[in-house]
Each structure stands twice: as structure tokens, then as C-alpha cells.
């Protein structure tokens, strides 16, 4: 089996799991296919010998990769899936930080999990993304995100006004100091911090969530995503923040940005063991009293 590799930054605390990964996978004898810059990282700075080739762009995942595997937080895991794209290339998250709803094998379970990917003991997870349209092509190719896509104030400046509407219906008028339309997969990240509500994988929704809204009555809201949601913002300010997935472009003053379902979804890596929602029960903290 030929698998893709993607870490960003190695330090000193997760030289070990890489160093266990790449043992591990040499034992079940597939072939990495690791991140150029990732690489780079790991013989350069760290010392550890890779054989195999590189990739670069999400065109060389047309063909010839079976399994990408990220090793990182969420964080890294978004942009795995900037590779990805629609490729069809099933994706594993390895987590090495603390909290992660996408990369959730904690490194602990590595070595099982490897083993079960080995046997073929596991199943696909659809998980859908959002397409952003906007006048001026801001993210180009880009334009897609799995977990949502947000317009904010910039730096400290006042409230802002969010105009938006649904499959062409005025929908309304957020004061806020924004405006959160997340995918399901979306809804366990930014949004939640925001109030909106846990949505499971494979509800064909999006979810609309306003940022510290004016008028407390204004509550986040689940629409299906079969509906293109339009935004345009407005202020006293000229310009405005448009971020997809951590990347941030500015926006200007009128605007308009389309938000449609793309055409495409991303194959995740799930384990009988390892579901949703013990994901997110554990994740949560559902059930334990530590009121002590």
C-alpha cells in the first residue's frame, strides 16, 4: 500500500511518533509518500532516514495513493484535506496534541490503529464540505473548506452588519461581529464556541452562527445544505475578514459571497471502536462530575 504522510511543525515532543510511524508502516511494508517540506523537517533537522518519494500539490494525489495519514491536531487535518480535494483518498488523523474532534487516535492507540487499517477493518465516514463563490475569485482554487467559512470584523473595529439570504430569500440582518456557516463536520469548532449546536456526520445541513450577536433573540440556525446561503456585510469600516478554514482574505464592503455544498465529500478513516459519538462524549467530558 502506498500512503501519503502531512505533518507541519515537527518539535522535539513528536520526533517520536513520527519516528513510531515510520517504523511501524516499514513492518507492514507500505510505501510513504511524505510531504516535501515534512520531510525536509524530519532527515534535516531531526535525522530520521525516509526512503520513498514526495508530494507537493493535491495533483499528486490524482493517482497512485491509497491512504493519506495526518499527524498533527485539526489544524494539520484541514490542510490534509487541501491536498486531498477530490481525489477520493481516504484520510487518518493522528493526534498529538490535546484536543482534536478530526484527528482523534490519540498516539497511544497508534500501533492498533495501523493494524486494523492493515487488516481492512474499518469503514468510511462521508464527510461534506462547503464551496465559496465570491466576486473577486478571493480563494481561487482554494475555495473549499470542511469545517466552515466566516466574515468578521477586522482588528478592533465596531459591529458589523451581515446581510444574509437563503436560496435567494432574505433570510436577515446580523449585528454582530459576525457570521459563522459551518458544515456538520464544522459544527464541533468554531461554531461551538459560539453557542451553535453539535450536528453528527452525514445530516445534509449547513449551520448558521452569529458572532456575539447584538439582539440576544438572534439564535444560531440548522438549514439544508441543498440551499445557497448569500452574505454581504456592511459597517463603518471599508473592509472585512472572510476566512475559509484558517485562511483569511479581506473582504470588502458590500461584497457578495455564495455558499453552496461542493460537489465532492472526503472519505474519513473511522473505526468500529472509535465512533462520533464517542468522540464526542469523551471529547466533552458527557458524564463525569467534576464538580469536586
Known amino acids: 500500500m502506498r500512503i501519503a504522510i502531512y505533518g507541519r ?25 511524505v510531504e516535501a517540506e515534512l520531510k525536509q523537517q524530519l532527515t534535516k533537522k531531526w535525522g530520521l532516514e525516509i526512503s520513498g518519494d514526495t508530494f507537493s500539490s493535491f495533483l499528486d494525489f490524482q493517482t497512485g495513493i491509497d491512504m493519506v495519514f495526518s499527524i498533527g491536531g485539526d489544524g494539520t487535518f484541514l490542510k490534509t484535506v487541501s491536498y ?18 478530526l484527528a482523534n487516535i490519540g498516539v497511544k492507540h497508534l500501533e492498533e490503529a495501523l493494524d486494523l487499517v ?16 465570491t466576486e473577486r475569485n478571493l480563494f481561487g482554487t482554494e475555495n ?8 468578521h470584523k477586522k482588528d478592533i473595529s465596531s459591529m458589523i452588519t451581515v446581510h444574509a439570504y437563503l436560496d435567494g430569500k432574505f433570510l436577515n440582518s446580523y449585528w454582530a461581529d459576525g457570521l459563522i456557516v459551518a ?35 438572534v439564535r444560531p440556525m440548522v438549514v439544508p445544505d441543498r440551499m445557497p ?5 456592511e459597517g463603518r469600516e471599508r473592509n472585512y475578514l472572510i476566512n475559509l478554514d484558517g485562511y483569511s482574505k479581506s473582504l470588502r464592503q458590500g461584497e457578495e459571497v455564495i455558499i453552496r455544498k461542493a460537489e465532492y465529500m472526503i472519505n474519513v478513516v473511522k473505526f468500529e471502536e472509535n465512533n462520533f459519538l464517542d468522540t464526542i462524549r469523551n471529547k466533552m467530558h458527557w458524564g463525569i462530575d467534576r464538580r469536586n
Open 9 to 33: 511543525k515537527v518539535t522535539k515532543q513528536t520526533v517520536p511518533v513520527f519516528q513510531q510511524f515510520l517504523e511501524l508502516i516499514e513492518r507492514l511494508g507500505w510505501k510513504p509518500v
Open 84 to 101: 486531498i480535494r477530490d481525489s477520493q483518498v481516504p484520510i487518518l488523523g493522528i493526534n498529538t496534541g490535546r484536543l482534536g474532534f
Open 118 to 133: 492493515y487488516r481492512k477493518q474499518f469503514e468510511y465516514q462521508m464527510r461534506s464540505l462547503l464551496r465559496v463563490e
Open 144 to 151: 473549499v473548506a470542511l469545517n466552515e467559512l466566516t466574515v
Open 183 to 217: 458544515t456538520p463536520t464544522g459544527s464541533t469548532a468554531y461554531s461551538l464556541s459560539c453557542g451553535g449546536p453539535i450536528i453528527t456526520p452525514g445530516c445534509q445541513v449547513h449551520i448558521l452562527t452569529p458572532i456575539a450577536p447584538h439582539n440576544l433573540n
Open 229 to 233: 446561503v448569500k452574505l454581504s456585510v
